[in-house]
């Protein structure tokens, strides 16, 4: 070799047939030069002597589908000079190169390689580089051509928590040790997406529990469908029908329509009341009584419809919620609401009077009255028509020594207004009916602001003001005429007037005389229709018109004496 120069070298070494207990072989090559020292250099050789090895991948029970079915395994040469080709073969004599070596996979018609319903066998090999060639792996799969079984829990009502866990079982019955590969959950719709479960271990028998864990909408009593579908690992489908089920995830909607800070306790006035709705159903109702002193307690409340009441009757101060739940478990809290309930005066006696803070009662006639309580508000009656809405009311009740309502008693009451009072202005009972009222008034001192109302005999709400209305009727135009009512009060043949009660329907019907025409209304009520009805809600003037329709005509009468 020249000086400087590079020469390649080929080393071709012929080994033993017999190489056990060696692991490795060295080779050196030494350079002889003119120098003191030689040049050398070595490699060291790993052996491979040993044959790669192969596998199968098996699903359970060694099932296998129908039709093109694709097999994967894996392969390893150890420390060997790597894995250079793997083969398949369904008889064991021709052989197909499978996709992939250390990782391989094979796509395989299954159904036209095996008689029906028979037995199946795919063998495998691998060889190195070395041309060593694997022992064949044979493994026997069993047809697999029937689909899952599967059994949903689907609920009829669901929600509470937003999550609802939907759950089952599921197996594959054949082959032998086969398995479900996966299910799966579809909601409300066949194009929907379906969703996987989570599919566990198979138990002794071979059964298989899944779970599905389905976020719920926020709803109130909607209807939703699911369907599930499991699928085995020979590709066996099986679809259950539709279920059903309620999803109610929203708290019941509590309405207090009627709240007293102060109640009597005598009677069966509720201190609360109102409706509970919920789109799955009402379970129960309940209301948390906080007393000023003592230990709360609770007060399950009845029904009636979605109608529910709270009567205090128990003297002292107290803090309520309302608390409702549904019957999928969804709660809800309204409150707090204060309420006093009084204490009653009891051992009566006539012609003393009686007083409390705004309002002052004096017995004419006892009857059965045996105590006597009022609670005073500081508020509109939650049924008060818009002239009695005066910022206060009373509830006044009295009872016989049974507890029951008094009778055949005379009292008189009077009543301390937010306002000056004048004439249009009364002491009104609440009938217990809608906005019915029934208003008297005795007399009123402007300066005091009281108005004051005799012979009561019966005890109930009452506010103060103005609870009727004016109605005043011109009549008009070059005719005459007249209009009366229904109810009764106005029947007039020029200007008037008569009061109604609030929100009374009046009916007015004109009726010309002779030789004059109805030609309209104007004012309250506007148009020529006849009769014609106006609800009294307030002061109303209306002008009827009537015209003249004809003129009279007068001619002389000439008699000659012929």
């Known amino acids: 070799i020249a000086s400087g120069g590079t020469q390649f070298v080929t080393v071709t070494a012929l080994l033993d047939n017999d190489l056990s207990g060696i692991t490795d072989i060295s080779t050196t090559v030494q350079l002889t030069t003119s120098y003191v020292l030689p040049v050398s250099d070595a490699i060291a050789h790993t052996l491979d002597l040993d044959a790669p090895s192969v596998t199968i991948d098996t699903n359970p029970g060694n099932a296998v589908g129908l039709g093109t079915q694709t097999f994967t395994g894996s392969a390893d040469d150890g420390i060997g000079a790597g894995v250079a080709t793997v083969e398949t073969s369904t008889d064991g004599s ?10 391989w996979s094979a796509e395989i018609d299954v159904s036209a390689t095996r008689a029906p319903d028979a037995d199946w066998l795919l063998y495998v090999r691998a060889a190195d580089y070395h041309s060593q060639t ?58 929907a997406a379906w969703q996987p479960a989570t599919l566990y271990a198979a138990d002794g028998s071979g059964e298989q529990d899944w779970l599905y864990a389905w976020s719920l909408p926020y709803e109130d009593g909607v209807t ?30 509590i309405t207090v329509t009627q709240y007293f800070s102060q109640v009597t306790g005598l009677g069966d006035l509720a201190a609360l009341s109102g409706s509970v709705t919920d789109g799955s159903g009402v379970s129960s109702v309940t209301v948390l009584v906080y007393p000023q002193v003592g230990a709360s307690t609770q007060a399950a409340l009845t029904l009636t419809g979605d109608q529910w009441s709270f009567t205090a009757d128990t003297p002292g101060e107290y803090t309520l919620f309302v608390e409702a739940e549904d019957e999928n478990g969804n709660s809800v809290v309204v409150g707090s609401y204060y309420v006093r309930v009084v204490t009653p005066l009891c051992d009566l ?35 008060a028509i818009p002239g009695l809405e005066t910022g206060r009311f009373w509830i006044i009740e009295g009872v016989n020594s049974g507890g029951s309502l008094a009778m055949a008693f005379s009292a008189t009451l009077t009543a301390t207004l937010t306002f000056a009072p004048d004439a249009d202005d009364e002491l009104c009972r609440y009938t217990g009916s809608g906005q019915t009222w029934d208003c008297a008034a005795s007399g ?6 009281t108005i004051t109302r005799q012979d009561v005999t019966e005890f109930s709400e009452w506010a103060g003001g103005r609870a009727a209305y004016e109605l005043t009727l011109v009549l008009d135009g070059t005719g005459s005429g007249s209009v009366v009512s229904d109810p009764p009060g ?60 004809g003129y009279d005509v007068y001619l002389p009468l000439v008699v000659r004496n012929l």
Do not use: K
Not at 234 to 252: L, Y
Not at 360 to 372: E, M, N, Q
């Open 224 to 253: 939703h469908s699911l369907r599930f579908r499991a699928t085995d690992y020979g590709d066996n489908v099986v679809t259950t029908t539709w279920h059903s089920t309620v999803v109610d995830t929203v708290p019941p909607v």
């Open 349 to 383: 006696s006539l012609d003393t009077p009686y007083v409390w803070d705004n309002l002052t009662l004096s017995l004419g006639a006892l009857g059965d009255l045996d105590c006597i309580a009022v609670a005073e508000n500081q508020a509109n009656h939650p049924d």
């Open 94 to 103: 021709a052989w197909t190169p499978a996709t992939g070596t250390q990782v």
């Open 444 to 449: 009123y001192d402007v300066a005091g602001q």
């Open 490 to 549: 106005v029947d007039c043949s020029a200007t008037c007037s008569q009061t109604f009660a609030y929100a009374t329907l009046v009916t007015l019907t004109a009726t010309a005389d002779s030789g004059s025409s109805f030609g309209g209304w104007s004012g309250g009520v506007v148009g020529t229709s006849n009769p014609v009805s106006i609800t009294m809600t307030g002061d109303v003037s209306v002008t009827a018109s009537f015209e003249q329709s």
């Open 134 to 191: 694997s022992p064949v792996e044979i493994i026997t799969f069993s047809p697999d051509t029937v689909a899952p079984i599967i059994t949903p829990t689907v609920l009829a009502l669901v929600g509470a928590q937003s999550l609802a866990l939907i759950d089952g079982a599921t197996r594959d019955p054949a082959p032998d040790d086969a398995r479900v590969r996966q299910v799966e959950i579809q909601l409300d719709d066949d194009t």
